[in-house]
Nanobody, 117 residues
Framework: QVQLVESGGDLVEPGGSLNVSCEAS????????MGWYRQAPGQQRELVAT???????NYADSVKGRFTISRDDAKNRVDLQMRDLKLDDSALYYC???????????WGQGTQVTVSS
């Protein structure tokens, strides 16, 4: 079973950039579709981006062109590069791993991204 730990969350001004990372352990990443989700206070968790082991990506419409997801299976790491951040991007960002064998999801504890002037 994979364990996920996010890092890199911070306070950033509107229009700024930030990278958040997810370190995985306990299992090889190659059998997982990796993703980032976010949840703002009072709102449901929503998809930000996903990336398959073949590097096929999918993005929420709200972040297309601004966010980039990448993975390095050799380093067991998934990154989310965010630029041109907006106030609405403020949320707790969660790393996810979905097993391609069982479809089960695994989650990290989240890293806080706050966009504020």
């Amino acid at each position: 079973q994979v364990q996920l730990v996010e890092s890199g969350g911070d306070l950033v001004e509107p229009g700024g950039s930030l990278n958040v990372s997810c370190e995985a352990s306990g299992s090889a990443l190659v059998i997982y579709t990796m993703g980032w989700y976010r949840q703002a206070p009072g709102q449901q968790r929503e998809l930000v981006a996903t990336i398959t082991s073949s590097r096929k990506t999918n993005y929420a419409d709200s972040v297309k062109g601004r966010f980039t997801i990448s993975r390095d299976d050799a380093k067991n790491r998934v990154d989310l590069q965010m630029r041109d951040l907006k106030l609405d991007d403020s949320a707790l960002y969660y790393c996810s791993a979905q097993s391609i064998l069982t479809n089960k999801y695994y989650w990290g504890q989240g890293t806080q991204v706050t966009v504020s002037s």
